[in-house]
């Protein structure tokens, strides 16, 4: 199936841009393990105070760790059919390299659009696929001004 290698206006529409944040946790442990794509993970409550009201799929946007450099990101929100998750959850995947695990950092994430609705999987070659897509889509969707602008906001100051 193609795909669109940017999604979204030029400029983040309501309800983006939005911001989340709090400490990153531990989660099912198959983001590095199983499809090789490392993802931060927020607390159940801070997921679900900051994003009840938003639609379950992929996002992108901007992330911060620590008060450090603002990295693009993807981000996966809701029950993860392909795993059959009981709790919705947001899985962050900042596009950066990290030398080792940050688990119990800050985390800031400014959301800043939607790439395409959450999905099952015949396979899991098939969901790493569609991931690194998703990846690219966010990389192409966030080099734009209307985007890059958000790396500036106070929040991340």
């Known amino acids: 199936m193609s795909r669109p290698s940017i999604v979204g206006p030029e400029v983040p529409t309501e309800p983006f841009p939005f911001e989340l ?3 990153v946790i531990r989660g099912f442990g198959r983001g590095s393990k199983e499809l090789g ?13 900051m994003c ?10 901007w992330a911060q760790v620590n008060d450090k450099e603002v990295r693009p990101m993807v981000m996966s929100l809701g029950w993860n059919p392909y795993y ?22 800050e985390l800031k994430v400014v959301v800043a659009g939607y790439i395409r609705p959450e999905r099952d999987y015949d396979s899991l070659d098939a969901l790493v696929t569609d991931i690194h897509t998703d990846i690219e889509v966010a990389k192409n969707s966030l ?8 790396k500036q906001l106070p929040f991340f100051a």
Not at 37 to 49: G, H
Not at 52 to 61: A, D, I, R
Not at 90 to 96: D, G, K, N, T, Y
Not at 143 to 150: A, E, I, Q, S
């Open 21 to 23: 944040q709090g400490e």
């Open 84 to 105: 059959k998750n009981e709790k919705r959850s947001a899985e962050i995947h900042i596009i950066h390299k990290f030398e080792s695990d940050f688990y119990g950092s």
């Open 37 to 49: 794509i490392p993802t931060a993970n927020l607390p159940e409550d801070a997921v679900n105070s």
């Open 143 to 150: 080099n734009r001004p209307g985007y890059l602008t958000l």
């Open 52 to 61: 009840s009201e938003l639609e379950t799929g992929v996002y992108y946007g």
